[in-house]
């Protein structure tokens, strides 16, 4: 038992309980209140990085796509993380000198390498909204506005995607994190044990993205087997030669699990025959998984939904609205026709969770996904679908589209260029044959030299045991003129390398 303290609030040396003084209370509120901004620090911290952020966006088409800046901004680790601040004049230099400008350069309409987005500003300020009012968007009694605006978004995502409008769904942090909920939700509605996993069998191609394989050994299933199913001269998965496959392992004691085909590969865009692969898998009970986490947003458009036709058959599919929806990085999205199996993979409760409201019509994110708190990830993706509408991203979408088709028409006309299949979405794979020499050697040179140069990001793959170049066109600021700038600069490359 305690002694009471009798502390008035005028005794300032006195102890108010547990040793504790009132002195001491107000010495640290006064320290502490320095989290908080006043009017005129709001002001400068408003206006100066408001002026820093257009700064950057107002410049970004002329910025290098690539910068290769000597020291790679080690120069931040000569500011450690200190007692006392700095200015936000000190830390807005140290950004811009040591991560802004440094590397990569994902905002460039002119980088064309891995999948592109760019990073919508719109969602710059749903971000700072989000973090602003800080809403909890986990569980429909924290924040129902806030739950029911993803779950708005899920269910318009499942529209895009041809689910039905009851599907599970959430916002995830992006497709690597998406695709290993959708394993981990199939693992449990198909009642997969640890003990199964050197009899269960996951149906892939060498294109499949590889955080699928790493989804697997998360979910502690490292150890099944995962089939490559040959693909046609198009990089697509044969649905003959999967059910044949499907066929032989059942004959030989294994047990037939997942198919995962790919809405556009990484790797060179290829579009998985959607429908057929349906038909494969219903015939044989797997949970039928689709990758779209860069493709699925192409159905926004006329020449993406044709490709994408058999996407919304799928038990569960992955979106990437970071990818092909443009926003910053930091969204992913998953979709399971299934709620309840969803739930069942993802639910959780704790004794301290018992008095919050539920609505069955609106699934808490949650139950759903491995997060408990979590970003307010729908703000981001919200308001600039609201304050643009739908119509500006079905035009850069076929826009993307048509991109890619002009460069794969046009690349082939420059001497020494050969190109790979007609792109389904907005990649194109394609090589130089130099007159003389290795040809992956010289391919992957040119890279280096684009890069040096830096104007355009372009990267390489292996695609049929060679080196080709990626022209992968996403970021929503690319148009005509970036395409025609790549093109100038690897005919200009290739023939400096061809007369060295
Ligand atoms: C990018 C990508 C992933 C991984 O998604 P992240 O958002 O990078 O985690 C998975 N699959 C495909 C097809 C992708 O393009």
Redesign the pocket.
Known sequence: MQSKALATPHSLNKSVGNGVRQDSICELESRARALELTGPQWEELASKVLAYAWAHVSTVRDQPAYNAKPGNGINLLSSPIAEHGISIDDALDLLHDNVDTVSLNPGSPRFLGY?PAGGLVHSAFGDFLAAIANRYAGIFFGSPGAVRMENLLVRWMAEVAGFPANSGGFLSA????A?LSAIVTAREACHVLADDATKVVVYVTEHT?H?VDKGLRIAGLGHCRQHRIAVDDRARMCPENLDTRIRKDREAGLRPWLLVA?A???NTGTVDPLRSLNEVARAHNLWYHI?G??GAFFALCPEGEAVLDGMGLADSL?L?P??TLFLPYGT?ALLVRDRELMARAHGGMGAYMLDMETDPTEPSPAYLSPELTKHFRGLRMWLPLKLLGLAPFRAALSEKIHLARYFHSQIQQIRGFEVGPTPDLSIVTYRYVPSHGDADAFNRRMVKELQRDGRVFITSTRVGGRTVLRMAVGCFRTHREDIDLALNLLEDKARRLENK
Not at 174 to 177: D, E, F, I, V, W
Request: hydrophobic share 15%.
């Open positions: 999948i992006g497709g690597s994190t695709n993205h955080c790919s556009g590969t990484t990758d986490a860069y992955v990437d970071h990818k992913g």
